[in-house]
């Protein structure tokens, strides 16, 4: 069993930042590709984004290229999403996901282990 839980969400104006961090319970963290998932009100939960159990390139979402970074520190058993010049349509739940596939899924199916969620909210 891996736990996961999600921190750093809040409210934030439109062109603001905001990092979210993901820990794991767990001392094998290192083992398991990470996701960032999120879900709007009313809509389907989306991928944002997504890094391999190794780290180095991250995967994104259209929506969120050029904004998002994902980054992980397997000392520290946490992985990071780092929000830049955010949109009222990046207002949702944020959820970190863990899956011991080695490579990123845009799929939840494929990941077996769920934070609770964090909420973010942009403000126009």
């Known amino acids: 069993q891996v736990q996961l839980v999600e921190s750093g969400g809040g409210l934030v104006q439109a062109g603001g930042s905001l990092r979210l961090s993901c820990a794991a319970s767990?001392?094998?963290?290192?083992?398991?590709?990470m996701g960032w998932f999120r879900q709007a009100p009313g809509k389907e939960r989306e991928f944002v984004g997504g890094i391999r159990w190794s780290g180095g390139s991250a995967y994104y979402s259209d929506s969120v290229k050029g904004r998002f970074t994902i980054s992980r520190d397997n000392a520290k058993n946490t992985v990071y999403l780092e929000m830049n010049s955010l949109k009222p349509e990046d207002t949702a739940v944020y959820y970190c996901?863990?899956?011991?596939?080695?490579?990123?899924?845009?799929?939840?199916?494929?990941?077996?282990?769920w934070g609770q969620g964090t909420q973010v909210t942009v403000s126009s």
């Open positions: 767990r001392r094998t963290f290192s083992l398991y590709t």
């Open positions: 996901a863990a899956r011991s596939g080695r490579a990123v899924s845009t799929d939840s199916d494929a990941y077996d282990y």
